[in-house]
């Protein structure tokens, strides 16, 4: 069976060698596209030499576009027009996407993909497999998929290569562009990092109030495992006690706004999105 030939915009980034990683043993026939020195020695690192964007793209079947949101447009704008008729083009994030970033045809397809990352409550058979907190190395982690633009069968194409650059991949969830905006922006970075970013400088105030930090962190941490597995169903049955309930309320009238959900509003994700690209 031929090979799919896939080209890895960025291949020497951030996460873009997150990706090289798990591609450069696949069954894809690859090609590497970097610009920056640092990244094009991070390449040579690992036993791999960058290639000529026009000897590459217009042959490929798909094309991952794995750079920052802020480059997208202008990344597309450059290496979209050489992609040829019925290609796959795959970005790692919905931002650039639902701001109307990318470089738009109508002859290709658009497939984009974002991992949820380890669970918290993830097991790994391997207790060095559990430090993996970002995933794609050796713990499992699931990933949201969805075809902007393109047929069945260029969903399931984009699927297979992203739980290949993903993996070890539990599950796969189909979903809109327009949800996956929601879970990112909105749900985990604008609301959840800010959140955690509060109880981390919590933690950092109740230490310089002179509660030892060792001891801080560790009633912190394990108090904050066992109110996940409460609010998250991961215990069966299991219920706050009367009193955490009680500075629950009051930690919801003191310190959270009423209107906080105004964040996943249309226009109020747009913004988001806005400030990201």
């Not at 020695?41 to 802020?70: M, N, R, Y």
């Not at 400088?201 to 930090?213: C, M, T, Y």
């Not at 108090?223 to 009193?243: K, P, T, W």
């Not at 105004?262 to 806005?274: C, P």
Request: glycine share 8%; proline share 4%.
């Amino acid at each position: 069976m031929k090979k799919l030939k896939v080209t890895l915009v960025g291949a020497g980034g951030k996460m873009g060698m997150r990706l090289t990683h798990n591609l450069k043993n696949s069954d894809y026939d690859m090609s590497y596209l970097e610009v920056s020195s640092q990244g094009i020695e991070k390449l040579k690192g690992i036993g791999i030499s960058g290639s000529v964007p026009l000897e590459v793209i217009p042959v490929a079947d798909a094309v991952i576009f794995a750079v920052p949101d802020v480059a997208l447009g202008k990344v597309t704008a450059e290496y979209i027009p050489m992609m040829r008729k019925g290609s796959l083009a795959l970005t790692l994030d919905p931002a650039a996407a639902l701001a109307g970033k990318l470089f738009q045809r109508d002859d290709i397809s658009y497939f984009i993909t974002h991992p949820t990352h380890p669970s918290i409550f993830n097991w790994e058979p391997v207790e060095d497999h559990m430090k993996d907190h970002f995933g794609g190395v050796a713990a499992k982690q699931s990933i949201v998929c969805s075809i902007m633009q393109g047929t069945s069968e260029d969903y399931i194409k984009g699927e297979k290569l992203a739980c290949t650059f993903y993996g070890p991949v539990l599950r796969s969830h189909k979903i809109t562009v327009e949800q996956m905006g929601l879970l990112e922006p909105a749900l985990v970075e604008t609301l959840a990092s800010t959140c955690v970013y509060v109880i981390r400088e919590g933690l950092n105030e109740v230490i310089k109030r002179g509660v030892p930090e060792e001891a801080a962190r560790d009633f912190l941490l394990g108090h904050l495992r066992i109110q996940m597995a409460v609010l998250f169903n991961e215990l069966q049955g299991a219920v706050f006690s009367d009193a955490a309930n009680k500075a629950l309320q009051r930690g919801l009238k003191e310190f959270i706004k009423e209107d906080w959900k105004k964040v996943f509003d249309a226009d109020n994700v747009r913004d988001q999105i806005d400030s990201i690209t």
